[in-house]
């Protein structure tokens, strides 16, 4: 097999539940190396380039506000997004996760053991993870800097450019 990269997403429901620990915990089992992770709200834009595979579906309205944690009081919308790297990486990471939908999914898989449907019918699966190699490279670049990523991973360049920014004072 080889070496793949492989977005992880620890999904609203996730963070409310406290269940970062415990994912990646059982994340660890694949012995694959992190190389990227940060905390952020997911604004309505990334959500809906995320899910543009999904446009025109009934659902997909509900999978934005799923996944930038408009169903969720103020502390808990927010995410963990990692990037995972190693042998096989999204094959690990998907078999570890089990099936999208929560009662499908094999009862030691993490979204066997910590997900659910609710009432309303939305799949909280607690995290997210890329499908294929392909969909990995385009997931990670919509969620990731390149110097948010402790190694070169995919061709960059390097252009000067002016940004407005927020510093520390």
Not at 54 to 63: M, Q, T
Not at 110 to 126: D, K, L, P
Not at 140 to 159: A, Q
Request: proline share 4%; hydrophobic share 35%.
């Amino acid at each position: 097999m080889a070496n793949t990269k492989t977005l992880v997403v620890i999904k609203p429901d996730g963070i409310k539940k406290s269940l970062t620990g415990n994912i990646l915990t059982r994340l660890s089992e694949t012995k694959l190396r992190i190389l990227g992770a940060k905390v952020l709200h997911v604004t309505r834009e990334l959500a809906e380039k995320h899910y543009a595979h999904l446009k025109g579906k009934p659902f997909f309205e509900d999978v934005v506000k799923y996944i930038s944690g408009e169903v969720y009081d103020e502390p808990y919308r927010r995410v963990l997004a990692l990037v995972y790297s190693g042998e096989d990486a999204v094959g690990k990471v998907r078999k570890l996760a089990g099936a999208t939908n929560p009662e499908e999914a094999d009862a030691s898989s993490i979204r066997g053991q910590y997900g659910r449907i609710t009432s309303t019918g939305i799949f909280e699966n607690v995290l997210h993870c890329s499908a294929t190699p392909e969909e990995a490279e385009v997931e990670i670049k919509l969620w990731f800097e390149p110097d948010e990523i402790i190694e070169n991973i995919y061709p960059t360049e390097t252009k000067e450019i002016k940004v407005k920014k927020r510093i520390w004072k």
